[in-house]
């Protein structure tokens, strides 16, 4: 039995990716949580591991030169642990491979900050500027569209299975409705939503640490830990 992994995380969907690959690889691993509503990313201990801040971040203590290693940046962590076990969600076949490898980027550049930042003037921001607000909107809507159109040709985003770039992408579409998306919109995005969030493991990732998940706004606290402090914690 491998050493566990440790995964310093929280619940969102940066956090969510490498709770589910860690699940469906299934190697050991051991959640430290942090909070990022209280601060706990700019912990000295954290900022050892990653000097970015964010969650998630792994040690594995069974590196590949057999020493602790540390890893920063969701994706990165996943295409590490699928070639750490071998396994097929990062696929062998050097076209299907890439086609993941390309999904995957396309979430980390677009989905992922372009809903972030959605949820920023959106949900969080306490001032509601429109221009904001209307161009994370139209962003949102293009990148469901963008996702229809793949995911009418193609069951998974890389090919025919399911793969790391599904995993990276799946937890940005679950709550799709925080963001103003009705799914039902996207019968293909729909399709295949449904068939990820029916898979054990991924039931079992997007459980890690659920009950700290949040689910409204934010506390005027957390606005000053994660909007305030954040701009002075690299110097
Ligand atoms: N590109 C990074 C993004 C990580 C990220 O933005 N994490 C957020 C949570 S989803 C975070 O830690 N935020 C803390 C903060 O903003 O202070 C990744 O994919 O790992």
Sequence with gaps: MPAPIQVWTWPTPNGHKVHIMLEEVG???????????RGDQFRPEFLAITPNHR?????????????????FESAAINIYLAEKTGS?????????????????????????????????FAN??????????ERYTNEVARLHRVLEKRLE????????????????????????????IDLAT???VKRWHDAIAARPAVQRGVAVLAENQRRG??????????FGRTQFAVR
């Design 124 to 133: 969080y921001a306490v001032e509601k500027l429109p221009y904001a607000i």
């Design 27 to 37: 190697l050991p691993y051991e959640v430290v949580p942090i909070n990022i509503g």
């Design 88 to 120: 097929a969600l990062l696929p062998k076949d050097p076209a299907t491979r890439y086609r993941c490898l390309e999904w995957t980027m396309f979430q980390m550049g677009g989905v992922g900050p372009m809903f972030g930042q959605y949820n920023h």
């Design 55 to 71: 969650i998630p971040a792994i040690v594995d203590p069974e590196g590949p030169e057999g020493t602790p290693f540390t890893l």
């Design 217 to 226: 706004g934010m506390t005027d606290a957390e606005r000053e830990v994660m």
């Design 153 to 180: 040709a193609s069951a998974y985003l890389a090919g025919p299975d399911y793969s790391v770039a599904d995993i990276c992408t799946f937890p940005w579409i679950r709550n799709a409705d925080r963001r103003g």
């Design 186 to 188: 996207y019968p293909a």
